[in-house]
């Protein structure tokens, strides 16, 4: 299975981007899809993930400004990312997880100027 992450980019602090990310390869169904970030130097940390259930959980810094929407039958996982802010910047990392299996996209860049 490989996960294809696309959307990131440069883009001024207050504005948007949409990230994007799909499964393909072997038969794979996620029971987890979710976003994570790493910015240089550190961690790489969780963004948001969502459920086959629909269950979403965010980190406390992007609440009320990300949102994640999945389709598990269809393997693809959505960030959309809106009043960005500088310290949003880093590698975007798409994950799709169930009970045996973790997959990781290949990471999109994501850079929000001042």
């Known amino acids: 299975v490989q996960l294809q992450a696309s959307g990131g980019g440069l883009v001024q602090a207050g504005g948007s981007l949409r990230l994007s990310c799909a499964a393909s390869?072997?038969?794979?169904?996620?029971?987890?899809m979710g976003w994570y970030r790493q910015a240089p130097g550190k961690q790489r940390e969780l963004v948001a993930t969502?459920?086959?259930?629909?269950?979403?959980n965010y980190a406390d810094s992007v609440k009320g400004r990300f949102t994640i929407a999945g389709d598990s039958a269809k393997n693809t996982v959505l960030l959309q990312m809106n009043s960005l802010k500088p310290e949003d910047t880093a590698v975007y990392y798409c994950?799709?997880?169930?009970?045996?299996?973790?997959?990781w996209g290949q990471g999109t860049q994501v850079t929000v100027s001042r």
């Open positions: 390869g072997s038969t794979f169904s996620a029971s987890v």
């Open positions: 994950n799709m997880r169930n009970y045996v299996l973790t997959y």
């Open positions: 969502i459920s086959t259930g629909g269950k979403t």
